[in-house]
């Protein structure tokens, strides 16, 4: 009896591990801002069309519609949190809180199509005291904001260099294809650090400078630095940066 009431609790822990990081996937914000990605990548196909040549537009539409399926995302994603991230109840309590639930909507509204249409040409600049500057310097520098930047720019991108490979076997190899985004990612990273803190000052523009200083204290903690690294880590596994449409296997089931 004690071996299975121990076997029942196990099963039970498991069962509400796995729940938890359901939970945190969603109270993070992370299905909106698939949302928000896919509204993203239909754009770019939009963009391509008048410069691609007919078969290869085709070709890129059917392998990013695949691959950037929301169910496919969201599995891989999911599967890749809770691989990453040991205890999800910090960051879940964080994330559910007013602040953070403040935090996750002002970052859902900055990727929105309209939102980014908008600021298509750049980003206003925000007057900000000197207090809110060195928070915003400290959250820059707590926050993993250029990799996951550039990760997603990547993604979007990689898309149209499979569609090229499948139309002309041998055009890119695997060593130069990783090659090639081992550079653009530097490069994207350079781009977006270098005017990061005018963008955290308009992404977090509704938070008080006490709120705000909060928020600088959950993303520097242990909790909080575990759960961005681990975010950053599903983040890749949810877009499938760096793999071909032909490597890809099928998304995990669950969480």
Same mark, same amino acid.
């Given at each position: 009896?004690?071996?299975?009431?121990?076997?029942?609790?196990?099963?039970?822990?498991?069962?509400?591990?796995?729940?938890?990081?359901?939970?945190?996937?969603?109270?993070?914000?992370?299905?909106?801002?698939?949302?928000?990605?896919?509204?993203?990548?239909?754009?770019?196909?939009?963009?391509?069309?008048?410069s691609?040549?007919?078969?290869?537009?085709?070709?890129?539409?059917?392998?990013?519609?695949?691959?950037?399926?929301? /169910?496919?995302?969201?599995?891989?994603?999911?599967?890749?949190?809770?691989?990453?991230?040991?205890n999800?109840? #910090?960051?879940?309590?964080?994330?559910?809180?007013p602040?953070?639930?403040?935090?996750?909507?002002?970052?859902?509204? !900055?990727?929105r199509?309209?939102?980014?249409?908008? =600021?298509?040409?750049?980003?206003?600049?925000?007057?900000?005291? !000197? /207090?809110?500057?060195?928070?915003?310097?400290?959250?820059? $520098?707590?926050?993993?904001?250029?990799?996951?930047?550039?990760?997603?720019?990547?993604?979007?991108?990689?898309?149209?260099?499979?569609?090229?490979?499948?139309?002309l076997?041998?055009?890119?190899?695997?060593?130069?294809?990783?090659?090639?985004?081992?550079?653009?990612?530097?490069?994207?990273?350079?781009?977006?650090?270098?005017?990061?803190d005018?963008?955290?000052? =308009?992404?977090?523009?509704?938070?008080?400078d #006490?709120?705000?200083?909060?928020f600088?204290?959950?993303a $520097?903690?242990?909790?909080?630095?575990?759960?961005?690294?681990?975010?950053?880590?599903?983040?890749?596994?949810?877009?499938?940066?760096?793999?071909?449409?032909?490597?890809l296997?099928?998304?995990?089931?669950?969480?």
């Amino acid at each position: 009896m004690r071996i299975l009431c121990s076997v029942l609790l196990l099963l039970f822990s498991l069962s509400s591990q796995a729940d938890t990081h359901l939970q945190l996937y969603q109270a993070a914000g992370w299905p909106q801002q698939r949302a928000n990605f896919n509204d993203a990548l239909q754009a770019a196909q939009t963009r391509y069309r008048d410069s691609l040549p007919p078969a290869v537009y085709q070709a890129l539409v059917n392998n990013s519609n695949q691959r950037f399926a929301a /169910t496919a995302i969201d599995q891989r994603a999911q599967h890749g949190l809770r691989e990453q991230l040991a205890n999800p109840q #910090p960051a879940l309590q964080f994330f559910q809180s007013p602040l953070g639930r403040k935090i996750v909507d002002a970052e859902v509204l !900055a990727t929105r199509r309209e939102q980014l249409a908008r =600021h298509a040409n750049g980003l206003p600049r925000i007057d900000a005291s !000197a /207090t809110r500057r060195l928070l915003i310097r400290h959250l820059a $520098q707590a926050l993993p904001a250029e990799e996951a930047g550039a990760e997603v720019s990547l993604a979007l991108a990689g898309v149209a260099a499979d569609s090229l490979s499948q139309m002309l076997p041998g055009l890119f190899g695997g060593d130069t294809t990783q090659a090639m985004l081992n550079s653009q990612r530097q490069r994207l990273m350079e781009q977006i650090g270098a005017d990061l803190d005018n963008t955290l000052l =308009h992404v977090y523009r509704e938070l008080s400078d #006490p709120e705000l200083e909060e928020f600088v204290e959950f993303a $520097q903690s242990s909790d909080g630095q575990a759960y961005y690294q681990a975010a950053l880590a599903a983040l890749r596994a949810g877009l499938a940066v760096g793999q071909s449409a032909s490597s890809l296997a099928p998304a995990p089931q669950g969480i």
